[in-house]
């Protein structure tokens, strides 16, 4: 089975500056990867995957991540963050022999200040 | 656009009270799924259905039952809900084939008194 790591549980920030969420996995099969959203009260709405192919991947309000075989990340980044990306991330993998299962990271928060 | 509701955003219930979520896609997924989500833990897997009838346990089942009558919908069932079942509960859809990614309703806020 995999396991997701999440290593920071919040990330402060302010406006317009970078931000690097980062995201590592356990095995080393070929996997697929995902970053979600979650904002307040809200269900997880998907912000980018990984099935094949470039390892840099670009998702929807400016994030994009980077596959990184070698060393099983798959970190999430975007130039100048606002406000309105507060919110929690969370990585997640699957297999792509058993890809409906789904493991997901504890999360991390992104709180961004003016 | 996939859609996937749930029945409640928000609940209370009474400790040994049976409790019924619901969750209903229009998107004619095979896959559904019943996750739990608690801070500090991220998601973990309840229960899965990958066709009518049929259900597989997840990490987490105990204290849980599902049913799956009609494609669309998923049910998870608390049998008697108790205080440490108190959590979000999230529903998710996903296609056989295709996109890979799975489709999460908006979340049921359940609290047990």
């Known amino acids: 089975a995999q396991s997701v790591t999440q290593l920071d549980s919040q990330v402060p920030v302010f406006e317009e500056a970078p931000v690097e969420l980062r995201c590592n996995y356990s095995?080393?099969?070929?996997?697929?990867l995902f970053w979600y959203v979650q904002y307040p009260n809200q269900g997880l709405q998907l912000l980018l995957k990984?099935?094949?192919?470039?390892?840099l991947v670009k998702g929807i309000n400016g994030f994009e991540a980077e596959f990184n075989k070698s060393q099983t990340s798959f970190h999430l980044r975007k130039p100048s963050v606002h406000i309105s990306d507060t919110a929690e991330y969370f990585c997640?993998?699957?297999?792509?022999?058993?890809?409906?299962?789904?493991?997901f990271g504890s999360g991390t928060k992104l709180n961004v200040k003016p | 656009d996939v859609k996937v509701t749930q029945s409640s955003r928000y609940l209370v219930k009474r400790t040994g009270e049976k409790v019924f979520l619901e969750c209903v896609q229009d998107?004619?997924?095979?896959?559904m799924f019943w996750y739990r989500q608690d801070p500090g833990l991220g998601l973990r897997l309840i229960y899965f259905?990958?066709?009518?009838?049929?259900?597989e346990k997840g990490d987490i089942p105990e204290g849980y039952s599902v049913s799956r009558e009609k494609k669309e919908r998923f049910s998870l069932i608390l049998e008697s809900a108790s205080t440490n079942q108190t959590s979000m509960y999230l529903c998710?859809?996903?296609?056989?084939?295709?996109?890979?990614?799975?489709?999460f309703g908006p979340g049921t806020r359940l609290t047990v008194t």
């Open positions: 998710a859809s996903s296609p056989l084939q295709g996109t890979y990614e799975q489709y």
């Open positions: 095995s080393s099969v070929s996997v697929y």
């Open positions: 990984y099935l094949s192919g470039s390892t």
């Open positions: 997640a993998v699957s297999d792509q022999w058993n890809f409906n299962k789904f493991y």
């Open positions: 998107m004619d997924h095979e896959n």
């Open positions: 259905s990958y066709d009518v009838k049929m259900k």
